[in-house]
């Protein structure tokens, strides 16, 4: 079923580029090949935006969590000091 479903995609991607090429959009051409080039790179290496997205977000939660530490505990020592 996944093997049909990347074969669809790719016929689908493959004949909006050729529609828009017929109609001299050149902007819309280029990108269904870029969609279609990311499809098959996520489709063959087994990378895909979800993972990218994910790996960003915990890093972006890892910094902002060490972030937030070091202004609590020097919040909380102003607060003391007081």
Avoid: C, P
């Amino acid at each position: 079923m996944d093997n049909l479903m990347y074969m669809a995609s790719l016929v689908l991607v493959a004949s909006l580029a050729f529609a828009f090429y017929k109609t001299n959009n050149t902007l819309l051409m280029i990108l269904s090949i870029a969609v279609g080039g990311y499809i098959i790179f996520s489709h063959e290496t087994g990378h895909t935006a979800t993972e990218f997205k994910n790996s960003m977000v915990e890093s972006i939660d890892t910094s902002t969590g060490k972030f937030v530490g070091k202004y609590e505990s020097e919040n909380n020592s102003t607060n003391q000091r007081k």
